[in-house]
T-cell receptor, first 111, second 116 residues
Framework: AQSVTQLGSHVSVSEGALVLLRCNYS??????LFWYVQYPNQGLQLLLK??????LVKGINGFEAEFKKSETSFHLTKPSAHMSDAAEYFC?????????FGTGTRLLVSP | NAGVMQNPRHLVRRRGQEARLRCSPM?????VYWYRQLPEEGLKFMVY????????ESGMPKERFSAEFPKEGPSILRIQQVVRGDSAAYFC??????????????FGQGTRLTVV
């Protein structure tokens, strides 16, 4: 069965600093991977997805993620954090036509 | 094109009552998924439905929980005889008719169930 692990339940950065949110996957088949963002009291919004077309995937709001098979990783990055990026971020893998989510990482951005 | 619509947004039930959560998928979507999010936890898959069929219910508790997606109307997640432990946010998601493993799901804003 496919699964993902998100390291760090909370990540704190200063405004303008690099954002790095970690996700490692486990999959017996080539994985399809997703990053979603959840703002307080909202549903989940897709940031980006990896579907094997390119290892570096660009998403919305300046986020990108790189698929590294050798490291079984799909970390999410953004060069410069904004206050508006404060939210919870979920990594997910497609498994048997459903998404399996990690436990999430809450991103805190300080002025 | 309206997104995934869930109602109610907030639902308060006393222990032992029934809770009914509704989800209308996006237009053109025939795949519906229900997830539960407990405080400080990720989303846990509950059930995957297509019109009139339950495809995967491996995440559904064995008792008190049921789901349906009729030919007409919204998908319904039903919780009978609710207990405090059922308090959570319940999210519905949908995906297009021709979905594959690389297809993302579109989420509603959730129903926050509080059992008192």
């Amino acid at each position: 069965a496919q699964s993902v692990t998100q390291l760090g339940s909370h990540v704190s950065v200063s405004e303008g600093a690099l954002v790095l949110l970690r996700c490692n996957y486990s999959s017996s088949v080539p994985p399809y991977l997703f990053w979603y963002v959840q703002y307080p009291n909202q549903g989940l919004q897709l940031l980006l997805k990896y579907t094997s077309a390119a290892t570096l995937v660009k998403g919305i709001n300046g986020f990108e993620a790189e698929f590294k098979k050798s490291e079984t990783s799909f970390h999410l990055t953004k060069p410069s954090a904004h206050m508006s990026d404060a939210a919870e971020y979920f990594c997910a893998v497609s498994s048997l036509q459903k998404l399996v989510f990690g436990t999430g990482t809450r991103l805190l951005v300080s002025p | 094109n309206a997104g995934v619509m869930q109602n109610p947004r907030h639902l308060v039930r006393r222990r032992g009552q029934e809770a009914r959560l509704r989800c209308s998928p996006m237009k053109g979507h025939s795949h519906v998924y229900w997830y539960r999010q407990l405080p400080e936890e990720g989303l846990k898959f509950m059930v995957y439905l297509q019109k009139e069929n339950i495809i995967d219910e491996s995440g559904m508790p064995k008792e008190r929980f049921s789901a349906e997606f009729p030919k007409e109307g919204p998908s319904i997640l039903r919780i009978q005889q609710v207990v405090r432990g059922d308090s959570a946010a319940y999210f519905c998601a949908s995906s297009p008719d021709r979905s594959g493993r690389n297809t993302e799901a579109f989420f509603g804003q959730g129903t926050r169930l509080t059992v008192v």
